[in-house]
């Protein structure tokens, strides 16, 4: 059985930064990409990062460049974000998803989620 549990989320001031983790299992790590979304109260569910498993290769929307990175640990078949400075605006329910095949910043490419972890960003 697929499984994907994000982990990490919480309570942070504008300017900070979470960490957060995408733990995989049931499924050959190395075959898939995984992705970061996050759904804010009242809007869309929004991709803003992927990684593929197998060769390393990143992605990011233009919302989230420069500030977040996501990262990949094979041996602990985890996907890693590492998030800075923080906005408000980055409040949300952050999820982890996985496909197989190349990573994508199209919502409707992945097939498996996780249940999601809440960060709110105080001002």
């Known amino acids: 059985e697929v499984q994907l549990v994000e982990s990490g989320g919480g309570l942070v001031q504008a300017g900070g930064s979470l960490r957060l983790s995408c733990a995989a299992s049931g499924f050959t790590f190395d075959d898939y990409a995984i992705g970061w979304f996050r759904q804010a109260p009242g809007k869309e569910r929004e991709v803003f990062s992927c990684?593929?498993?197998?060769?390393?290769?990143?992605y990011y929307a233009r919302s989230v460049k420069g500030r977040f990175t996501i990262s990949s640990d094979n041996a602990k078949n985890t996907v890693y974000l590492q998030m800075n400075s923080l906005k408000p605006e980055d409040t949300a329910v952050y999820y982890c998803?996985?496909?197989?095949?190349?990573?994508?910043?199209?919502?409707?490419?992945?097939?498996?989620w996780g249940q999601g972890t809440q960060v709110t960003v105080s001002s």
């Open positions: 998803a996985a496909r197989v095949g190349p990573p994508t910043l199209k919502i409707y490419d992945y097939d498996y």
């Open positions: 990684i593929s498993s197998s060769d390393g290769n990143t």
